[in-house]
């Protein structure tokens, strides 16, 4: 069994110089970080730079859907604006080597629809697929995230993920379980990920509480298992957030000490004990 690759989202670093979130994740044995999607204010030559300098990779680019960003609203602008940020962030990956940008159809904390359900989806499956043709030839691959009921009523589910990915043709990407969501939308995480782990293009892992795991309620060892059996070969990583509704007003208000050096070394000597418990059954 080969070991995965482990990254960290710089998210919960918000407001730090990217050299010391790069310099922290290269020391606690990461092979990549999570860069933000906000392209026009991070300088993605330098992130690369840094990065090859450190010995670790970009592994993604974890987007930020803010209530203009949404592929399937009503307005046409809002729309139109919102494909041009899923290209400039597919720019902003390739720029670096990552190989992932994360997508969600709607914007984060947008619980209700603003038009019908056809028409939604119609929308969703128009912006996904423009910002996938552009994203392609640079070598960036789309993943269509699930996000818990709280943060969207769009897409919650795996099962919901891999129809609206079928839906879009798309062959570059794929769709993606963070284990906090999961926890509260799946029937069963392991089953989740067994049933679509061929569609499988990035994971989140968290905890029940959104921190490391370990510091909340989740058992990751039947998660992982399930995503040896299903010979999943793309990047874990770590998207820790303080307790809060919404994920992007956490991160603006900044980590908590504990989500800084105490979580990015916990996580991953937590993963690496799991991923040997498995090998040694
Ligand atoms: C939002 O809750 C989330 O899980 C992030 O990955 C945002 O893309
Ligand atoms: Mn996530």
């Known amino acids: 069994m080969a070991p995965f690759r482990y990254a960290y989202n710089a998210l919960v670093y918000f407001g730090e110089d990217i050299a010391d979130s790069i310099d922290r994740v290269a020391r606690f044995g990461y092979d990549a970080i999570e860069v933000v999607g906000e392209p026009t204010t991070l300088d993605a030559k330098r992130i690369k730079r840094l990065a090859d300098d ?11 859907y803010t209530a203009e960003r949404d592929l399937a609203h009503p307005d046409p602008a809002v729309r139109t604006s919102t494909v041009q940020y899923v290209k400039d962030v597919a720019d902003f990956a390739a720029a670096m080597g990552a190989e992932t940008v994360i997508v969600h159809p709607t914007a984060c904390m947008k619980t209700q629809a603003l038009a019908s359900a056809a028409d939604e989806r119609r929308w969703a499956v128009e912006g996904i697929r423009a910002a996938g043709e552009h994203a392609a ?35 570059n990407g794929g769709i993606q379980g963070d284990t906090f969501h999961m926890g509260l939308e799946e029937a069963s995480i392991p089953e989740a990920f067994r049933q679509h782990g061929s569609m499988l293009q990035h994971v989140h892992l968290a905890d029940s509480n959104r921190a490391a795991p370990g510091a ?15 010979g999943y070969q793309g990047y874990l990583s770590f998207e820790l957030l303080p307790a809060s509704a919404d994920p992007f007003g956490a991160m603006k208000a900044g980590g908590q000490e504990a989500f800084f050096d105490r ?9 690496k004990a799991v991923e040997a418990q498995i090998a040694a059954a």
Do not use: K
């Not at 009523?153 to 099962?159: G, K, S, V, W």
């Open 216 to 230: 909340g309620h989740l058992d990751f060892v039947p998660i992982v298992q399930a995503l040896v059996d299903v």
């Open 263 to 271: 979580y990015t070394e916990q996580a991953i000597r937590y993963m």
């Open 137 to 171: 030839p640079l070598g960036v691959n789309l993943s269509l995230e699930c996000w818990n009921r709280y943060e969207t009523y769009f897409m919650n589910r795996l099962e919901q993920a891999a129809s609206l990915w079928r839906e879009t043709g798309l062959t």
């Open 54 to 64: 450190a010995g670790i990779a970009v592994s993604s680019v974890c987007s930020i």
